[in-house]
């Protein structure tokens, strides 16, 4: 295949919307305060900066950084930091989905804050369609929602990722860049400015080699040989390559496919000793994941294990360990995930240390429809179904009051391996204590 | 057609346990349409009456008695809508230096706008043609306790 002389775009349009700095966002709907203020959002147990204000970034604080080596640059400039409130921002990204949702049948949901569109019009339309539509959505989630969002939009997805970088990075464009409308040279201008590395599916370790090459950006990628591309880095770039051109490699899923893989996993709140309390941690997080497994209608083959302490205390001894069990069949069912788990835990686990991190893993996830009945088993369509109704029970006992009201057994209920969130706001939406107040005069 | 699902009542055959409401899940043969599938009548949901625009609708808590005079009262339950666009006289939820106040927006005949109290005793907020105005969202129903008056559910 020769290079085609300019990108394709006679295509469908492909938007990629996504919230800036989404969990400061919604942060902000509700304390209007922290507008043009330098806010960051932590980790989990209040551990790293996971989400910053453009003030925050301005003021110089990493992404990822644990936040107790930011001090100095707090206190300078006046920085306000959240802990995460996911009960907040998953109901936010809800409602920011499903308003997405009323502008195309294909949507495909790629993360809590983004999600890829297709907007049932050209890509090159000449009375720009698209580029309309991409300003009602900023218009509409805006005002709807209160979130700041980007979109960028294109022929392919990773051309719609690519323009919705360039309108993250270039506030000239009004949180809108579709590349459609755009002739050749000035759609090349903006691909010469983009190192390769900013695009989509181009890893560190894939930039280090293609600037070898002498590929450096967008458009020298876009530009490169093919078979030359496929030979020396694999189909995936090469798809990415052909992305570049305008013609579609990657078809948008209209259900997010099922994760690879479930991870649950927290630091505990004070270290832990004793394998009992371990336990009670591991096993909520089995029931999480459990339950996210269900929701996706799938079943895990594989249960991992680990169990740390903290690297980070150095005058402590270390130990950690992991340990993946196979289950006779794939199964969503939280006791029977619950019993590999523990088992896997009795393994790994040695006292005398100070543990810091637990967690697990699911793998090898399934979706429910195809039904694996084990070659050597004890379990019946009948257990099956029992369990099946039981797990339904249960989840929508919690859903409907709380987290946590019907546990198992094995959780525990004082939980002192609970996170620290020390600086958690409420949870504005899904609970009615907590719900914002205006002031009557 | 096969079978479909109805919900029944009456006695319970053996090994049904009967699930909240004293109704069971039992498939019916089809062939025999009941005149009800067609005119289906559910039960009053408030949430269906109160909230137009699901994603688009927050609750929010009133503390305060400036707005008691369109029937607003200290510790109401709000029902704003963002998606809604106010018109002179809504109730709205106004952003004013720290936080959200809840007033009655007028428009002013030159630009600007007022930003009434429904009581005699509370000072309106002028906003000049120039001035800032950010309208959180138009409050479409109050929800007010009547007893018990300080239960927390």
């Known amino acids: 295949m020769g290079d085609p002389p300019g990108v394709a775009m006679e295509r469908r349009a492909i938007a990629l919307i996504d919230a800036n700095n989404f969990y400061v966002s919604c942060e902000r709907v509700f304390r209007p305060d922290l507008e043009n203020r330098p806010v960051v959002v932590l980790s989990n147990n209040d551990g790293c900066v996971v989400s910053r204000s453009a003030e925050a970034k301005a003021?110089?604080?990493?992404?990822?950084?644990?936040?107790?080596?930011?001090?100095?640059?707090?206190?300078?400039?006046?920085?306000?930091?959240?802990?995460?409130?996911?009960?907040?921002?998953?109901?936010?990204?809800?409602?920011?989905?499903?308003?997405?949702?009323?502008?195309?049948?294909?949507?495909?949901?790629?993360?809590?804050?983004?999600?890829?569109?297709?907007?049932?019009?050209?890509?090159?339309?000449?009375?720009?369609?698209?580029?309309?539509?991409?300003?009602?959505?900023?218009?509409?989630?805006?005002?709807?929602?209160?979130?700041?969002?980007?979109?960028?939009?294109?022929?392919?997805?990773?051309?719609?990722?690519?323009?919705?970088?360039?309108?993250?990075?270039?506030p000239e464009w009004q949180g809108v860049c579709d590349l459609g409308p755009l002739p050749d040279d000035a759609r090349d201008a903006l691909m010469a400015k983009m190192p390769v590395d900013d695009i989509w599916g181009?890893?560190?370790?894939?930039?280090?080699?293609?600037?070898?090459?002498?590929?450096?950006?967008?458009?020298?990628?876009?530009?490169?040989?093919?078979?030359?591309?496929?030979?020396k880095f694999g189909v995936v770039l090469a798809r990415t390559l052909v992305e570049l051109n305008g013609i579609p490699c990657l078809g948008l899923e209209e259900i997010a496919s099922p994760k690879k893989q479930i991870i649950s996993s927290r630091s505990f709140g004070i270290p832990l000793v004793g394998r009992e309390a371990i336990e009670?941690?591991?096993?909520?997080y089995v029931t999480r994941a459990a339950e996210k497994l269900r929701r996706?209608?799938?079943?895990?083959?594989?249960?991992?294990?680990?169990?740390?302490?903290?690297?980070?205390?150095?005058?402590?001894?270390?130990?950690?360990?992991?340990?993946?069990?196979?289950?006779?069949?794939?199964?969503?069912?939280?006791?029977?995930?619950?019993?590999?788990?523990?088992?896997?835990?009795?393994?790994?686990?040695?006292?005398g240390f100070r543990y810091h991190k637990a967690g697990v893993v699911l793998g090898e996830i399934s979706t429910g429809a195809v039904l694996q009945p084990p070659l050597f088993g004890d379990d019946t369509g009948h257990d099956r179904e029992r369990a099946r109704t039981l797990m339904t029970t249960v989840d929508?006992?919690?859903?409907?009051?709380?987290?946590?009201?019907?546990?198992?057994?094995?959780?525990?209920?004082?939980?002192?391996?609970?996170?620290?969130a020390q600086f958690r706001s409420p949870r504005y939406t899904t609970r009615l204590s907590d719900i914002p107040t205006a002031r009557a005069a | 057609m096969g079978s479909e699902l109805k919900w029944v009542g009456g006695p319970w055959a053996s090994g049904e346990t009967p699930a909240?409401?004293?109704?069971?899940?039992?498939?019916?043969?089809?062939?025999?349409?009941?005149?009800?599938?067609?005119?289906?009548?559910?039960?009053?949901?408030?949430?269906?009456?109160?909230?137009?625009?699901?994603?688009?609708?927050?609750?929010?808590?009133?503390?305060?008695?400036?707005m008691s005079g369109v029937g607003i009262?200290?510790?109401?339950?709000?029902?704003?809508?963002?998606?809604?666009?106010?018109?002179?006289?809504?109730?709205?939820?106004a952003v004013t230096g720290d936080g959200f106040t809840v007033k009655q927006l007028y428009r002013r005949p030159g630009g600007g706008a007022v930003l009434k109290a429904a009581h005699p005793g509370y000072a309106d907020i002028e906003i000049g043609p120039d001035g800032e105005l950010r309208i959180w969202g138009v409050v479409r129903w109050a929800i007010h306790r009547v007893w018990p008056w300080n239960d927390e559910r």
């Open chain 1, 59 to 170: 003021a110089g604080v990493p992404m990822g950084a644990p936040w107790h080596q930011q001090a100095v640059l707090a206190r300078e400039h006046d920085i306000i930091a959240l802990s995460s409130n996911y009960a907040l921002y998953a109901d936010m990204s809800n409602r920011f989905m499903r308003l997405l949702a009323r502008f195309s049948p294909q949507q495909e949901i790629y993360s809590i804050d983004e999600c890829f569109l297709d907007l049932g019009c050209p890509a090159t339309s000449p009375d720009g369609e698209a580029t309309r539509q991409g300003r009602e959505i900023v218009h509409l989630i805006r005002r709807q929602v209160g979130l700041p969002v980007c979109v960028g939009i294109g022929p392919t997805k990773t051309l719609a990722k690519l323009a919705n970088r360039i309108a993250k990075k270039n």
């Open chain 1, 202 to 231: 181009v890893g560190y370790r894939f930039a280090i080699r293609l600037l070898a090459l002498g590929i450096r950006t967008a458009l020298d990628l876009r530009r490169a040989d093919q078979g030359r591309i496929r030979a």
């Open chain 1, 280 to 284: 009670e941690a591991v096993v909520a």
């Open chain 1, 296 to 351: 996706q209608a799938s079943r895990a083959g594989l249960i991992t294990v680990f169990l740390l302490t903290n690297r980070f205390h150095e005058n402590e001894e270390q130990y950690q360990a992991s340990e993946t069990v196979a289950l006779t069949e794939a199964t969503d069912d939280t006791r029977r995930l619950i019993g590999g788990a523990v088992g896997a835990l009795k393994r790994i686990y040695r006292a």
């Open chain 1, 396 to 420: 929508g006992i919690n859903a409907a009051f709380g987290r946590g009201t019907v546990r198992f057994l094995g959780e525990g209920t004082n939980q002192p391996w609970k996170l620290r």
């Open chain 2, 20 to 66: 909240a409401g004293g109704l069971v899940a039992r498939p019916v043969p089809a062939g025999f349409p009941s005149p009800a599938d067609d005119y289906v009548e559910s039960r009053i949901s408030l949430d269906e009456h109160l909230i137009r625009h699901r994603e688009a609708t927050f609750f929010v808590r009133v503390t305060g008695d400036s």
């Open chain 2, 73 to 93: 009262l200290d510790g109401d339950l709000l029902v704003v809508d963002r998606a809604l666009t106010p018109v002179d006289g809504s109730v709205v939820i």
